[in-house]
Each structure stands twice: as C-alpha cells, then as structure tokens.
C-alpha cells in the first residue's frame, strides 16, 4: 500500500520504520531532514510537502506535535487537503483536543474523505516495538480499513465510538497517568527519605494495592527499572512538555463541560513548575525531582 506519513518525530520516526519493514510504500514529510534521510535509506520516498505526499497515497497518516500542526498540515494550501484524492481514508495519530479532529474531519468531508482520529499509548518503547495502543475514533467503516495497518505498529486497536472519541480516551489515560507518576514520585521519596531501601519500597509497592504502571515499568527512581528513562538520566521517553500539554488539553476540556478534575489540575500545575525550572526537556517521570533533596 502506498502510505502518506507526515510527522517524524520520536514516535511517528518508528512507526513509520514499522510500516516499512510490513512492506508498505511510505511516501513522508517532516521538517527533519536527518530522519527523512535515515528512512529514506530503508525505503521511503521523500515528498516536499503534506500535498505531494497525499497525493500518490492510499492513506494519509499524521503525527504531530500539537493542534496547531494538524490544522497547518491538512488545511493550508500545500496541506494533505490540497492533494488527496477523493475516497482516500486519512487518520490522525496525534494528541490533540476533540473539536479540532472534528473540525478537520468536517473540512475533509467536504471533499469526500473520510478523516478519523487514533492517538496512541505505549512510548517511544512502545512506537519501536509495534506494541502501541491505538485509541480509534472513526466510522465503523473507516474503523475496518485503518484497523490491519494501525494492527502492523500496534497490538490493541480500540475503537471508541465516532470521530473524537479516541481524543477522549486519550486526555483521560494521561490525566491520570501524570496523577499516578506524581503519587508514586511521592511515595518514593517518602520511603527514602524515611530510611527504607528504594529497591525493598519498589518490590513491595509492585506487589500490593499500590501497583500502578508507573511504579512496575517505569518507576521515576533510578536505578529500578533498567529500561526506564530514570535510569538513563530520564532522557528519550515521554517528555514532561507533551505531559503539560496533555494535562492542559484535559483541564481546558474539563471546563467546558465543567466537570470537575482537581487532581488533573494540581499535576498540571506542578508539571508547570517542573517546565519552569527548565526541567521540560527531561521524560516527565523527572518530576520525582522536585520531591527529592539536590
């Protein structure tokens, strides 16, 4: 299949890796020429622009940043819209907020296409391996054609209803996931700084009713789980900004229905104060820093 890729970065750069080695045609742009380089060597073609690459494509896949960059890529003149052929079915890897999926969505049904929305769970490690988690909001149709090749960088693909849907799952899972890292950060430093061995507090922690994701495969605390951006200096992983900025895009969504998130709001703000301190480069488990002694 001849696939449109748009956005190479930490985790759209292995995806795609993925979907070349299934035997896939990737057509790709991204800003970064070193990466298009390096898949180009594996086999990818290089386009000049999100039209040109949509324009050859069976399928259009996204994988930016932030809203800002979805709407650019699909809307301005030399975006993804401006180059597809009608009946082409597009999907949108992105963590962004509800209505803009919906927005472009609208826009790209205008033209005959049919746009759905699957953010994904799992990390860089996750991207690399094809053990994703793809949260999928589409038609049932749409579901059933982008289903074998999202299944091709992921093992579960979760259809969560229409257009939208897999926003919503997704701003909930890293709400709380950015709750949970800070109440094991927490926990953490308490135990060492009452006296207990880290590594004693980690066996028990992951073998009681406090286990969490955060503390069995990626416990903020170095030195306990070797594959866990703490024990490399919390570098690659899930960077503390995209963290903000998912717990950003579920407060703000929060107070349009006014539903109340206080935990959510407290971990924004203190992931706010961990960007501040000029710590938002580092994987967002980095936040057990501001609980322990320099």
């Given at each position: 299949m001849h696939i449109a890729f748009i956005g190479l970065g930490n985790m759209g750069a292995p995806m795609a890796r993925n979907l070349i080695k299934a035997g896939h045609t990737l057509h790709l742009f991204d800003l970064n020429q070193q990466v298009l380089g390096e898949l180009a060597e594996l086999g990818g073609q290089v386009s000049d622009?999100?039209?040109?690459?949509?324009?050859?494509?069976?399928?259009?896949?996204?994988?930016?940043?932030?809203a800002a960059h979805v709407r650019s890529v699909y809307l301005n003149e030399d975006g993804v819209l401006a180059g597809i052929r009608p009946g082409t079915p597009t999907v949108d890897c992105s963590t962004i907020d509800p209505q803009?999926?919906?927005?472009?969505?609208?826009?790209?049904?205008?033209?005959?296409?049919?746009?759905?929305?699957a953010p994904v769970s799992g990390g860089t490690g996750g991207a690399q391996a094809g053990t994703l988690t793809f949260m999928v909001g589409a038609s049932p149709e749409l579901f059933a054609t982008l289903q074998p090749v999202l299944a091709q960088m992921g093992r579960n693909i979760v259809h969560c209803g229409g257009v939208g849907t897999g926003q919503i799952a997704k701003i909930c899972n890293n709400m709380l996931l950015g709750i949970s890292m800070i109440g094991v950060s927490e926990a953490m430093a308490l135990g060492d700084a009452l006296g207990i061995d880290t590594q004693v507090l980690a066996g028990i922690?992951?073998?009681?009713?406090?286990?969490?994701?955060?503390?069995?495969?990626?416990?903020?605390?170095?030195?306990?789980?070797?594959?866990?951006?703490?024990?490399?200096?919390?570098?690659?992983?899930?960077?503390?900004?995209?963290?903000l900025k998912d717990l950003g895009l579920a407060t703000e969504a929060a107070r349009q229905v006014h539903q109340p998130v206080v935990l959510g709001a407290v971990a924004q703000q203190l992931y706010q104060a961990m960007s501040l301190r000029g710590e938002g480069g580092l994987d967002f488990s980095a936040i057990i820093k501001g609980y322990r002694k320099a």
């Open positions: 622009s999100p039209r040109d690459a949509a324009r050859v494509a069976e399928l259009v896949i996204t994988m930016l940043p932030a803009t999926v919906r927005d472009i969505c609208a826009a790209a049904a205008r033209q005959g296409v049919s746009l759905g929305d922690l992951n073998s009681s009713t406090g286990r969490c994701w955060s503390s069995d495969t990626y416990n903020p605390w170095p030195g306990i789980i070797d594959t866990a951006p703490a024990s490399r200096g919390y570098t690659g992983g899930f960077g503390a900004e995209l963290m």
